[in-house]
């Protein structure tokens, strides 16, 4: 069993930045791919960020692309989601997500919740205007 616990959520303001981790527990994260999701209130969980287990491949939301990237470090066995230029529409609970086949490549099924077995308990984000 994997326990994730994310970190680094806050209130920014508009354009602002906030670095998220992810840290595991319980087992090394090193042969997992790994995903970032966020729900804001009234709204469906939805699709972030993803990772491969070598940190080699990423996948991005149409709607963070080219403001948030996905990294990792397992050495240190955390995952990170650095978000700049936040707006206002990225207020939302955000959560780290892991998929425990190991070394598995990225695929279609990365971008669903399906696609993942363990989760953290979320980090709130609030941008204001």
């Known amino acids: 069993q994997v326990q994730l616990v994310e970190s680094g959520g806050g209130l920014v303001q508009a354009g602002g930045s906030l670095r998220l981790s992810c840290a595991a527990s319980g087992r090394t994260l090193s042969t997992y791919a790994m995903g970032w999701f966020r729900q804001a209130p009234g709204k469906e969980r939805e699709f972030v960020a993803a990772?491969?287990?070598?940190?080699?491949?990423?996948y991005y939301a149409d709607s963070v692309k080219g403001r948030f990237t996905i990294s990792r470090d397992n050495a240190k066995n955390t995952v990170y989601l650095q978000t700049n230029s936040l707006k206002p529409e990225d207020t939302a609970v955000y959560y780290c997500?892991?998929?425990?086949?190991?070394?598995?490549?990225?695929?279609?099924?990365?971008?669903?919740?399906?696609?993942?077995?363990?989760w953290g308990q979320g980090t709130q984000v609030t941008v204001s205007s």
């Open positions: 990772i491969n287990w070598s940190g080699g491949r990423t």
């Open positions: 997500a892991a998929d425990r086949t190991a070394y598995t490549s990225l695929s279609g099924r990365h971008y669903q919740r399906q696609g993942y077995d363990y």
